[in-house]
């Protein structure tokens, strides 16, 4: 992590990211940290830059050692709803209001803070590889949604979501014009739009 400066006054920080704004289909999935100082984590990272297997392993020490976390999330009818940036506020939200323990302030991934937290906030652009708390909710964020997809890969293998975990790649983009649009996709996207003729 670089030498990020911590708001000063404050001892409960929590990290919150979001993991799922570009694909087609699935919720959008956050998750909000409060670490443990007394149980440092090592190899915190942006979830992007490990391996599945590190991901995987970091994801269960975040689970054991951190104060607290909490996953949050809107749903494909909130995002075609909202649009996907105030649907990710939201699911963000709801990840801080989950917490156990609520944290004195709050650092966001990105450049802009979710509306109705109810504590102070600062935006963090590229969080995840600047602050821990952060780069632990981006491993929890990612590790949930990508076993989202592959439930969903169970529930509809035609549809080869454990590959493209839901982004629009050319094998995705090829599935969806073949088989059309399943109900978890998220209406208000280009491509599924094309595909229901809209």
Known sequence: MTDFQYPEGYQLFA???????????????????????????AGLADSKKLSEKKRLALANEIKQKALAWALGRAEPAEIDQL???????????????????????????GNRIPPHLKQPALAVVKGDAKVAEISAASILAKVARDQEMMELDKKYPDYAFAQHKGYPTKLHLEKLAELGPLPEYRRSFAPVKKALGL
């Open 15 to 41: 990290g919150v990211d979001e993991v799922g704004r570009g694909p087609l289909v699935g919720a959008v999935v956050t998750a909000a940290v409060i670490l443990d100082p007394a149980k440092p984590i």
């Open 83 to 109: 649009n996907i940036l105030h649907a990710s506020m939201l699911a963000m939200q709801r990840a801080v209001d989950a917490l156990a323990i609520s944290p004195q302030f709050v650092l966001v991934d």
